[in-house]
């Protein structure tokens, strides 16, 4: 099986920016060691299906922009991942719409890498969030761990601790069903996320 180059680009641009801020020997930087070699083998490739844009979709553009005007290396991912944008499949969350028309309308999520990405495979995952302005994303967790390439500003939150802004470039960790949740301000909140399923696959 071979990856098409617009891809590679993406997890290419995403291994290094996520790399540089990371300190070997961390939990964070494990989790990603083990999901981007995991990623030296490639999926099978997926489908994409017919979809209707989400309204948050519009601040795409805006949140690329942002993302550009940060180090080089986090430009090579707001570039490699505008080249593969047309090509996903953006979804909102399950069940959003019982949060009101307020998040269904101001979230848009995509899988890059998954079950029903772009390249299809159970044991890890790398997506997309995407937030309008003044959005709340719902609380929530999973089984596996979980690490986040903050590419906007926007502020996150562990639990019912503080709400803290990692910044652009900021890495965020959380570890196996940790609640967890995210708000952008003025700016459209925009992150990338890398999840280990390959721990937990049964519970899937
Ligand atoms: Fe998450």
Redesign the pocket.
Known sequence: MSRDQDLHRFIDALDKAIFQRLTPGSAEHDLARKIFDALKIPGEPGQQVDQEPLPAHQYLHKALETARSGPADLAAVADAFEALAPRLNWYRRKGSESAGPVFAEGHANTIIIGTEGLERRSDLQIGVSLLAPHIQYVD???PPP?V?LVLSPGAWRQEQGPWHEPGLGGIVY?TPDIV?AMKSGDHPLFAV?C?DWACCIERR
């Open positions: 929530h967790h999973h979980e986040y959380n967890h996320w999840l």
